[in-house]
């Protein structure tokens, strides 16, 4: 599809065991955002990448949080040793980043909806 | 601490009623954007202000950017169920191409 495409849409897993979250932007868009979102309430910005540029990750809540963005297009999100409180919907976004800076819209995935049991 | 905080947080109302949301932050802001989300979905970007003091009207709803660029509200008039959802406020400061995001406000338009 031509949009924001995120993977799994769905993942359950045991407190302690690590997890990836996959990213898909739309073709040709510079800029990537991380966000999470925890019972449909506001998002929190976790890390945002741009073009090739160092990556902004100062909002990234611990160590155990870590992204990459391989060649300026696929992402993925890595949580290590998990936690309880890590449960949440993980959103990317991506944006094509030109004209005014902050004017570009930002395209959504749908999410992963991520459970630490 | 949240950048940007909205209120109200949650919102019942009839359809036919108006109503306003507002996001407030102490910080100034280059531009504000609001995003509408439905369950199950990612944001989608309704509107983007970027003067202080503009105010842009999309059909029945109306938004306004505040003068000193550390606001925003959300004006919906003669609400209809298919505006339900959560709406966001996200702010982008200092022309970086990183957005903040507010709190969230969830509307419940009911027939």
């Known amino acids: 599809g031509a949009g924001v495409s995120q993977s799994p849409s769905n993942k359950v897993t045991e407190k302690g065991k690590d997890v990836e979250l996959r990213c898909d932007p739309i073709?040709?868009?510079?800029?990537l955002y991380w966000y999470r979102q925890s019972l449909g309430q506001g998002l929190e910005f976790l890390i945002y990448f741009q073009g090739n540029s160092a990556p902004d990750k100062s909002g990234l809540p611990s160590d155990r949080f870590s992204a990459e963005r391989t060649g300026g297009s696929v992402s993925t999100l890595t949580i290590q040793r998990t936690q309880q409180e890590d449960s949440a919907v993980y959103l990317c976004?991506?944006?094509?980043?030109?004209?005014?800076?902050?004017?570009?819209?930002?395209?959504f995935g749908e999410g992963s909806r991520l459970t630490v049991l | 601490t949240q950048l940007l905080e909205q209120s109200p947080q949650f919102l019942s109302i009839q359809e036919g009623e108006n109503l306003t949301v507002y996001c407030n932050s102490s910080?100034?802001?280059?531009?504000l954007q609001w995003y509408r989300q439905e369950p199950g979905e990612g944001p989608v970007l309704l509107v983007t202000?970027?003067?202080?003091?503009e105010v842009k009207k999309l059909k029945r709803l109306t938004f306004q950017f505040g003068d000193a660029r550390k606001d925003s509200s959300l004006h919906i008039t003669a609400a209809q169920t298919g505006d339900t959802g959560l709406y966001l406020c996200a702010g982008a400061r200092y022309n970086f191409n990183k957005f903040y995001f507010g709190s969230g406000t969830k509307l419940n338009v009911k027939p």
């Open positions: 910080s100034v802001f280059s531009s």
């Open positions: 073709s040709g868009h510079t800029a």
């Open positions: 202000v970027v003067t202080g003091g």
């Open positions: 976004a991506s944006s094509l980043a030109r004209g005014l800076a902050g004017t570009g819209e930002l395209f």
